[in-house]
């Protein structure tokens, strides 16, 4: 059976309308992969284990995509996703530098810690997640809510939180306080 096309107002990248079928995962894939390696970059993953990781959200993907029923747009269901693989990722690099010899004193506190920490970085997961979604990703607040699995006035609440922190983290790198 062929892939169905998709029309102009069902777009893989702003899937926005409840579709008959779910997209073929080529196109879920090709208006996608941006976004996923972008996105668990931002949230933490280390550097050699991007390839995995994205490896990871497309296999559930593809595994998933014919369950999708279009109750959130395409783009925040794959978020959805990237989020929990990107935490699953960050646990296990975790693991294995707590396997690893630590060097007791501050040289190796300094040597261990990351070389170009952002304010991003210091945030918690929850709270770089919401900026990243609403601030980057130009997602609705309501659609980070539902990926996020909070209700959407806490949503709010805590995007407000994370502004003000990402903010102060900010000012602190650059030497300046906030005002």
Known sequence: MAPRALSQSE???????RPAAPP????????????????????GVPEAALEDAAQDVFLVVHRRLPEFEGRSSLRTWIFGIVLRVAARHRRKARGVAVRETPIPNELGQALSAPAHEGP??????????LLIMVDLEQTSVAEAAEALEINLNTAYSRLRAARRAFEAELGGLLGEGVK
């Open 24 to 43: 073929a995962f080529a196109e879920v894939y090709e208006s996608c992969v941006k976004l996923v390696w972008r996105n668990l970059r931002r949230l």
């Open 11 to 17: 777009s893989v990248g702003s899937f926005e309308t």
């Open 120 to 129: 991003f970085e210091r945030l918690d997961d929850e709270r770089r997640a």
